[in-house]
């Protein structure tokens, strides 16, 4: 699992038939600071995430079958909106309510 932030949207009316239904989000992956890392990604959405919502996303074989019986052609997928996060760094932990 990686953390992300929901940076935009991907419209596509054309898809393949098991993408009907989602939302594509573009993602920008973050570390545990909340600093982007990496490269942005597209993901699909089942759960509701929105731009500027941080987000848990998987990604690789496994986030084809977040339809039990009907694998599809995805690459990552949103597994969860972050609430907040707690990175103890030295003797200071540094607590984050992710929707403020």
Known sequence: MRMGKVIGNVWATRKEEG???????????????????????????????GIGDEVLITSGGSSRYIMKDNPIPIDAVVIGIIDSTEVKRGEIDESSNRND
Not at 33 to 47: C, E, F, K, L, P
């Open 19 to 49: 993408l009907q239904g989602l939302k594509l989000l573009i993602i920008q992956p973050i570390d545990a600071y909340g600093n982007a890392i990496q490269t942005q990604m597209v993901a699909a959405d089942r759960i509701g995430a």
